[in-house]
């Protein structure tokens, strides 16, 4: 996935002379997770530029870059560094074109490598993605798989709003086919990750793998699972959701942001307003347990949501 | 470069509009013409005309809460201004920014803000954006004493520092922050004190004489837009009111008020200039009536500007 995003980013910079990376460590050493690797040699420091460390600084400088005339692609190193600049993101890049009467626009990126399950602990494990869905002006990216992640980063790219990709680090090594010319996968369409009769799944990034792998485990049971990925939690896709739900009759929405107050609330409450009279169970929501992930790898799994958790609500809502 | 006698007259104009618009904003709220929080800038019009004279219409600005000044004396838009504060269509950002989010990035205003220190950062990537693509513009970023201490300040100085950015950063010390004064919240005398830990260059000059300030800036204004490096330009101001309309400012202490108030107003003192400088008693007292009547026009024109409809409460959230 990490070379998806790599040949976005580079396909959109060779296009578009506006489009330019900033971040910390981005330049020569690559990036911490290496996905922008080459990019400084071939474009060099003027579009790639390493900053120090202080994200308040160069993301509030993405704002008011992409306000005046530039399409800034911003690298925190991890999302759980976007606390050290929420003013920027949330208050500046969200309102700009609001607050100026539609006047403005703000056409950045923030890339984010988020998720956990190695070992990172408090500070370089969280999901936060729920934040800034919940922050009307921004949208939020999160792909499941390299050809997704291509696709999404050249239309986020090229979208006019802010945008925050969501990069789960785990996903980073992952491999698959992925088309060699540029092309766009839209923001708020999902996608069915896998096709199913007896109950819905929805499940973003890791979740999305775990939850595939629940159901091909199912299937031996004569469980036919359908398994669908929004790609991106705003803007969202609730008509895809729906219309999987209202053919399935059950539904079990699972994504590694805690389950207390994440996104799925949202999804589970609005199938249950869409699609009420065609659910034969409720909704159940699967999402990491309320308390900051540990270091130790056992205490990890049981923070984080596992296969087992997602095996255990798709059983609950066909009560079997 | 010498100022002409319609650009020295102009500068008189905008320094009393500016008085006018921010004395009057007591009046627009007690008649829920204009409603929520408002900053005035009462006292400190010499450093938004001066600095402004020394610009080009396409350099941009980024200012703070207390930005009308700023904006007026960079958009020139009274009317705009006024439609804006009394929240209709026609202001600046369609009624929907308001006194603290003043707009207007057509005409170089890249706004006011109502985080401390929140445009900062957003003038020096508007710096960065200049520089990266070769445009000869550059950017003032106005800040208070106060946002000198915020982090994300020190971070975006640096960030400009270190890229040599297009972009000139004028503090304006009015001694306080709220209520703190500015004595007590930080540690070193003046702020330009800071400029060589950013490695950058730093002055301290009265932010009170509009000339001063106009020729200071014009100065500096030629190495910046030639990217070799930002300045740091400290002008020792005074905030004639409280914090906002909110507050009666009664920290100030007694003495420290008349004198800058009476003794220091840099309207009565660039009066005293123009006195000097050979302009007539019929030319200064024209120009002060010019400047209440395009006051009362304007807001004459904003109460007859329509509110924005309901649903524009939903439009522009995204692009």
């Given amino acids: 996935m990490k070379e998806a995003i790599r040949e976005a980013l580079d396909q959109e910079m060779a296009r578009d002379e506006s489009v330019m990376l900033l971040g910390e460590d981005i330049a020569f050493y690559g990036g911490c997770f290496q996905v922008t690797q080459g990019l400084f040699e071939k474009y060099g420091a003027k579009r790639v530029m390493d900053t120090p460390i202080s994200e308040a600084g160069f993301v509030g400088a993405c704002v008011g870059a992409a306000i005046t005339g530039l399409r800034p692609v911003a690298e925190l190193m991890f999302m759980d560094f976007a606390t050290v ?13 609001y607050m100026s009467g539609g006047a403005n626009k703000v056409p950045m990126v923030l890339r984010l490598p988020n998720g956990g399950g190695m070992s990172g602990a408090e500070h370089h494990s969280q999901s936060l993605e729920t934040w800034f869905a919940h922050m009307p002006g921004l949208y939020v990216a999160c792909p499941s798989n390299p050809y997704d992640a291509k696709g999404l980063m050249i239309a986020s790219i090229r979208n006019d709003n802010p945008v925050m990709f969501c990069e789960h680090k785990l996903l980073y090594g992952t491999t698959g086919e992925v088309p060699e010319e540029a092309y766009e996968e839209p923001l708020g369409r999902a ?93 159940i929501r699967v999402g990491a347990k309320f308390a900051p992930i540990p270091y130790n790898w056992d205490l990890e799994k049981e923070i984080i949501p596992q296969d087992a958790d997602i095996e255990k609500a798709v059983r609950e809502s066909l009560y079997r | 470069m010498e100022l002409s006698r319609e650009e020295l007259l102009d ?3 905008l320094m009393l509009q500016i008085r006018t618009v921010d004395e009057k904003i007591a009046m627009l709220v007690r008649n829920s013409l204009m409603k929520g929080f408002s900053h005035q ?38 009317k705009g201004l006024l439609a804006e504060l009394l929240g209709r269509q026609t202001g600046y950002c369609h009624g929907k920014g308001g006194s603290m989010h003043l707009a207007d990035t057509a005409t170089g205003n890249l706004g006011a803000n109502g985080i401390v220190a929140g445009g900062i950062p957003l003038a020096v990537g508007a710096a960065l954006s200049m520089k990266y693509r070769g445009i000869d513009r550059l950017v003032i970023c106005f800040l208070g004493d106060a946002a000198m201490n915020q982090g994300a300040c020190h971070e975006a100085i640096n960030l400009a520092a270190v890229n040599d950015l297009p972009i000139l950063f004028v503090c304006e010390n ?19 004190d800071r400029a060589p830990a950013y490695g950058i260059k730093g002055l301290t000059i009265d932010g009170n004489d509009v000339l001063g300030v106009y020729e200071t800036v014009e100065r500096e204004l030629a190495d910046i837009r030639a990217c070799k490096g930002p300045v740091l330009l400290e002008c020792l101001t005074y905030r004639w009111k409280g914090h906002s309309i909110n507050d009666q400012g009664a920290y100030k202490p007694a003495e420290e008020q008349r004198w800058w108030t009476e003794e220091n107003c840099p309207i009565k003192r660039y009066r005293a200039v123009l006195q000097a400088k050979g302009f007539s008693e019929d030319e200064l007292a024209g120009t002060e009536q010019a400047a209440a009547d395009s006051f009362e026009e304007a807001l004459e024109y904003a109460r007859s500007c329509p509110f924005p409809e309901l649903k524009c409460a939903l439009e522009d959230v995204y692009a």
């Fill in chain 2, 11 to 13: 500068m008189y104009k």
């Fill in chain 2, 41 to 78: 800038c009462v006292g400190q019009e010499a450093v938004a005309v001066g600095v402004c004279r020394a610009l080009r219409s396409d350099d941009y600005i980024a200012t703070n809460h207390r930005g009308h000044g700023h904006s007026l004396a960079k958009c020139r838009d009274l």
């Fill in chain 2, 174 to 192: 009015n001694l306080y922050g709220f209520s703190v004064p500015m004595s007590s919240a930080m540690k070193v005398e003046h702020i330009a």
């Fill in chain 1, 85 to 97: 600049c929420m003013d920027p993101i949330v208050n500046q890049a969200a309102k700009s074109r």
């Fill in chain 1, 191 to 283: 996608r069915i990750a896998r096709e199913g009769r007896d109950a819905t799944v929805v499940a973003t990034q890791m979740m999305v793998h775990k939850a595939l792998r629940v159901a091909e485990k199912l299937a031996e049971e004569g469980i036919s699972v359908e398994v669908v990925d929004p790609r991106t939690i705003s803007p969202l896709d609730m008509d895809a959701i729906v219309t999987s739900v209202k053919k399935t009759h059950r539904a079990v929405v699972a994504h590694e942001a805690y389950k207390f107050c994440g996104f799925g609330a949202e999804i589970a409450s609005t199938i249950m307003s869409e699609a009420f009279d065609y659910l034969d169970a409720p909704v």
